[in-house]
């Protein structure tokens, strides 16, 4: 099959590989009909990511038809058209029984904190993941849901990851009525957390990011009101001005550990590599909410130590709340918002990349080429 291989960081490319093989009787194989490239790929993509390993295929983000069973599966069949969530999880550990199904224990043992994601660095695994024709899928029971019929691939790819991404950072905002949501980051995370903040309740949405063409979406698409912060020599003095001098309720950090804004944090992160990245967008979301407040992070960090105002967080007496999404609990919600056309998760879709292009895909993604939101990967026989 073809897959796309990682050689390094800011090299990636196409290779042939073997299609995987069952290896466990709850096992699936599905041959992928589309992928997507997500802001965390990104942070393999850089070479941020502990134990990323040269030849692994990257891709948490995929939807395809299931090929082959294995012989205990009961609840998907060949020709099936699934869904898969980010999460490999196991359905029946301590943390699975929570709901906790992004800190499964039984698919990373070694890990004491994140469970398993595919095409994610052997520290959250070493599953190869779905940027490929083909892709093993383990706990097939588990994971995988089926399509509706009346919802279109683009769609489908999104609900793996980004849309359920999205409305979780809402969700752990705790948002009640008429309150005011600041959101960090315009890219489809942040742009699905502020849809998803009027679906909670919000009074008021600000996106805030420095690309002009992404805060133009979040205008359209989550009809925000937005601040490009590089016009702010003060954000945080900004967003106290529009908010009455406290503070916004409730803030989303919706960019994680590459965040811009903030030459020293970039330069004894990504540089110097004293911390394990630079938290610009959290400090300013602990900044910018009121004393009393929740901060929601969906943005990534990686384990190591980052400079972030703690401090800050505990005299405020604020609420932070923080996890990977456990995708396949917001399904059952946001199928029926997308069904009655609450939200239209390809409306942030602006390229299609064939898989043999998926590098140019990186590099345009990562560049914020073309303005390009959300890049979909389409191996060629989808
Ligand atoms: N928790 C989860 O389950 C989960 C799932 C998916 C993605 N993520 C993470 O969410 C984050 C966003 O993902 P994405 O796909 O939207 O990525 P993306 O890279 O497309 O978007 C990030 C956006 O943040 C903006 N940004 C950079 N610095 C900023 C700052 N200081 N303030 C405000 N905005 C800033 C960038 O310009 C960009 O538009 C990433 O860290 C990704 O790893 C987490
Ligand atoms: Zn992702
Ligand atoms: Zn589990």
């Not at 997500?38 to 134990?51: A, I, K, N, V």
């Not at 029971?141 to 919802?151: E, K, N, R």
């Not at 752990?172 to 960090?184: K, N, Q, R």
Request: aromatic letters at 8%; proline letters at 5%; hydrophobic letters at 40%.
């Amino acid at each position: 099959m073809r897959a796309m291989v990682y050689r390094g960081p800011y090299r990636v490319r196409v290779e042939e590989k073997d299609i995987p093989a069952i290896e466990h009787p709850n096992d699936a194989i599905v041959r992928v009909t589309r992928a997507a490239i997500c802001g965390s790929d990104l942070h393999l993509y850089h070479g941020m990511m502990p134990d990323t390993r040269v030849g692994m295929t990257f891709g948490h983000e995929f939807i395809g038809e299931v090929h082959e069973v294995g012989p205990s599966v009961e609840h998907v069949s060949p020709g099936d058209r699934v869904m898969v969530p980010f999460n490999v999880f196991c359905g029946t550990c301590y943390f699975c029984a929570r709901g906790l199904y992004s800190n499964c224990h039984n698919v990373n043992p070694n890990a004491t904190a994140v469970g398993g994601i595919y095409g994610y660095s052997h520290t959250c695994g070493g599953y190869d993941g779905g940027q490929a024709e083909y892709v093993r899928v383990p706990f097939a029971d588990v994971g995988p849901g089926l399509i509706p019929d009346w919802m279109d691939d683009d769609d489908a790819v999104l609900c793996t990851d980004a849309l359920p991404t999205g409305y979780f950072g809402a969700q752990l905002g705790d948002i009640t009525e008429g309150d005011v949501v600041v959101v960090y980051g315009a890219g489809p995370v942040g742009l699905f957390a502020a849809k998803s903040a009027w679906i909670m309740g919000a009074g008021r949405v600000i996106v805030i990011d420095h690309l002009d063409y992404r805060l133009l979406k979040a205008q359209e698409f989550a009809h925000a009101e937005t601040i490009n912060f590089t016009e702010h020599g003060d954000l945080v003095r900004h967003l106290k001005y529009l908010t009455e001098g406290l503070g916004a309720d409730v803030a989303i950090d919706a960019v994680g550990a590459e965040a811009d804004g903030n030459l020293l944090q970039h330069v004894t992160s990504a540089k110097l590599k004293l911390q394990g990245g630079s938290p610009v967008a959290l400090n300013w979301a602990i900044d910018t909410v009121r004393k009393g407040g929740t901060v929601s992070v969906v943005g990534a960090y990686g384990p190591l130590f980052s400079a972030v105002k703690f401090g800050d967080a505990m005299n405020k007496g604020l609420t932070l709340r923080m996890n990977q999404c456990p995708v396949k609990r917001q399904w059952p919600r946001l199928l029926e918002h997308i069904r009655n056309g609450y939200i239209k998760p390809s409306d942030v879709v602006t390229h299609h990349v064939p898989l043999e292009h998926i590098g140019e895909g990186y590099h345009m993604f990562s560049a914020k080429l073309d303005n390009c939101i959300k890049p979909i990967v389409v191996p060629s026989a989808a």
